[in-house]
Structure formats: C-alpha cells, structure tokens
C-alpha cells in the first residue's frame, strides 16, 4: 500500500483576539503552490483510492484542490486533525487492499511523526505544501520504509511553475 502524507499549505497568520485556528484560510501563495503540487503529483502517476483530510479549513482546502486535480474525492476524518497518529492511520487504512493508495492531509508535527513512526524512527520535517511517500511492507506492525519526500519547491519545478 502506498500512503502519502501532504502537509496543508501557507496560510493565514494568527493574529488577534478574535482568533480561530479552525477557520485559518490558505493564503493566495498557499492556493498556487497546492495547484503546482496537484499537477505535479498527476504527472507522477499518484492516484490514491481514498483521500483523508483534516477537518481544518486550510487542510481541507489543500485536499479540495488536490483532489479536484487527481479526480478524488475528499473525506474529511476527525482522525487527521490534529493528534493524528500511527494508531489512527491503522483504523482508516484497515478495510483497504494492498494495491490501495491512500492520501492524508494534515498538520504538524503529527504527519512528521506519524511517517517517523512508520519507517522505524529518525527526524521528518514536514513543509508546508511538502509531501512524503511511504510504502507499507507490513501491516501488523504497521511497518513502512520512506521512498520519497517532497518540498514545495520541487512541486513547483515537476509541474513546470
């Protein structure tokens, strides 16, 4: 099973009394940078089955336009916001074959250790707008090893921006 983990893009700063961390919005710079990314990841062949997203409005606008590009519809699972975690990954993924791709959109520092977590340990540094590819060789323990990661730069570059 290949699983990817896509960290929602730049967003709106946090500022004032009024804030809402729930309702933070993806900037203009975010918006381009997930539609470089959707592009790419359509030129690299990625066609997940299921796409999970955070309920957060800047991850579920990540995954809207990812999915709008790889022609996928978005889940929105409580289980991606924040607290995202190995044990949460093994219930959404648990009904799916090994064939399957599967795409989460979340938040740090949970898809920077969830995806440690998997291959066995060591530091992952998620970007925002960056992604991480992990093919899962064994499924109880879920066990993986990291075949690629990606920065928002990179996106920009494989879709031609």
């Known amino acids: 099973m290949k699983l990817y983990f896509f960290r929602?893009?730049?967003?709106?700063?946090?500022?004032?009394?009024?804030?809402?961390?729930?309702?933070?919005n993806l900037?203009?710079?975010g918006i381009e940078r997930t539609e470089a990314a959707g592009k790419a990841l359509v030129k690299l062949g990625v066609k997940p089955r299921m796409l999970y997203s955070s309920?957060?409005?800047?991850?579920?606008?990540?995954?809207?336009?990812?999915g709008?590009?790889?022609?996928?519809?978005v889940t929105v699972q409580e289980d991606v916001n924040f607290g995202f975690n190995i044990?949460?990954?093994?219930?959404?993924?648990?009904?799916?074959?090994?064939?399957?791709?599967v795409m989460?959109?979340?938040h740090e520092p949970d898809l920077s250790i969830?995806?440690?977590?998997?291959?066995?340990?060591?530091?992952i540094l998620m970007?925002?707008?960056?992604?991480?590819?992990?093919?899962?060789?064994?499924?109880?323990p879920l066990r993986g090893v990291l075949v690629w990661m990606l920065a928002p730069r990179l996106f920009d570059d494989l879709a031609g921006k």
């Open 68 to 73: 709008k590009l790889l022609g996928v519809s």
């Open 87 to 101: 044990q949460h990954l093994d219930g959404l993924i648990a009904d799916l074959s090994k064939e399957d791709e």
């Open 27 to 29: 900037t203009n710079k």
């Open 114 to 123: 969830t995806v440690s977590a998997l291959v066995g340990g060591g530091e």
């Open 127 to 140: 970007k925002k707008g960056g992604m991480a590819r992990v093919d899962l060789i064994t499924h109880s």
């Open 55 to 66: 309920p957060r409005a800047r991850a579920r606008q990540t995954a809207d336009i990812l």
């Open 8 to 24: 929602h893009g730049h967003t709106e700063d946090s500022q004032g009394p009024e804030f809402d961390d729930f309702t933070r």
């Open 104 to 106: 989460f959109v979340g």
